[in-house]
């Protein structure tokens, strides 16, 4: 039977090329063997963006970026997810389902609480419900199309995975399987694509590349990508540079290994590397690869 592949992108921000690789990428070469199914999470980011100017705006922005990037609208279903209202009615259900400590562990809401007691905030401050039961949802959306696979990113791994654990609870409960049990797929070689401050690449950190951006912006962000102070004759660590670690997931095998050189053997400045990187990613921006 054909599996049925499903993610979701939350229309807080232009998409980036962290989405792409992390998401889009991998969802649509799924989308060649799998019934594929790729929504806009609004509901998602009602959790921080209250503004419905900007969530239409930005709903819009990333259908865009799905369909620039191939997606072919013919064979894969993309959808808003508040259009799917008994993905909503399925959460409640599901919400009883699911255990309080479970939540407590999930990442971003763990790296909510350390921000908040790094900064003496009390350790709820800015947390509401939408955030703590964020992975509920997810559950939800992946249940209701009786998904098998789910392309992420790492940071949204452990959230497939706790959708893995509801989904587990639920039919052992009722001594069958309701719901399947998806599969989250990061790729391989999966990492967490770096942003111009060298934290991940995120809307909610404003540190990002967007996607199909005109070349004079591009080429202004990535000249305002953070590096280190060495000059340059300094031969340079390529594993350990924000430039790098981005340039090594779009350039070709022949093209990494001459940077790389370069890096190893001095005599390169910032510039220059910055300026190799710009001119891979511009080839990205200004054309869409299509699969
Ligand atoms: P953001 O963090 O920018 O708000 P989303 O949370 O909407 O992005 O993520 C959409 C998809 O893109 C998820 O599958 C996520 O794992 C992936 N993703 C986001 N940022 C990155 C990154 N820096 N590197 C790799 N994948 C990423
Ligand atoms: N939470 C995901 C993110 O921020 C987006 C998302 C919502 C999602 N529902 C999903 C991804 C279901 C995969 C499956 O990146």
Known sequence: MTKIALTGIKPTGIPHLGNYLGAIKP?????????????????????????????????????????????????????????????????????????????????????????NADSGKDPDDGVNMGLFTYPVLMAADIFIF?????????????????????????NYNYGKECF?????????SAQTLPGLDGRKMSKSYDNTIPLFLPEKQLRKL?????????????????????????YQNFANPQQIADLRQRYLAGGMGWGHAKQELFEDEQRLSSHARPL
């Open 27 to 115: 969802a649509l070469e799924l989308s060649q063997t799998c019934q594929a199914r790729y929504f806009i999470a609004d509901y998602h980011a009602l959790n921080s963006c209250k503004d419905p100017a900007a969530i239409r705006q930005m709903t819009l922005e990333v259908a865009a970026a799905w369909l620039a990037a191939g997606l072919d609208p013919e064979k894969v279903l993309i959808y808003k997810q508040s259009l799917v209202p008994q993905t909503f009615e399925l959460l409640t259900m599901l919400l009883a389902f699911t255990p309080k400590g479970l939540m407590n562990r999930a990442h971003a809401y763990k790296a909510m609480l350390q921000s």
């Open 146 to 170: 009786d998904t098998d696979y789910v392309p992420v990113g790492k940071d949204q791994f452990q959230h497939v995975e706790m959708a893995v654990d509801i989904a587990q609870s639920f």
């Open 180 to 188: 399947r049990i998806p599969e989250p797929l990061a790729q391989p």
């Open 222 to 246: 990535i000249m305002r990508i953070i590096t280190n102070s060495q000059g340059m004759e300094e031969p340079k660590d390529p594993d350990n540079c924000t430039i790098f670690s981005i």
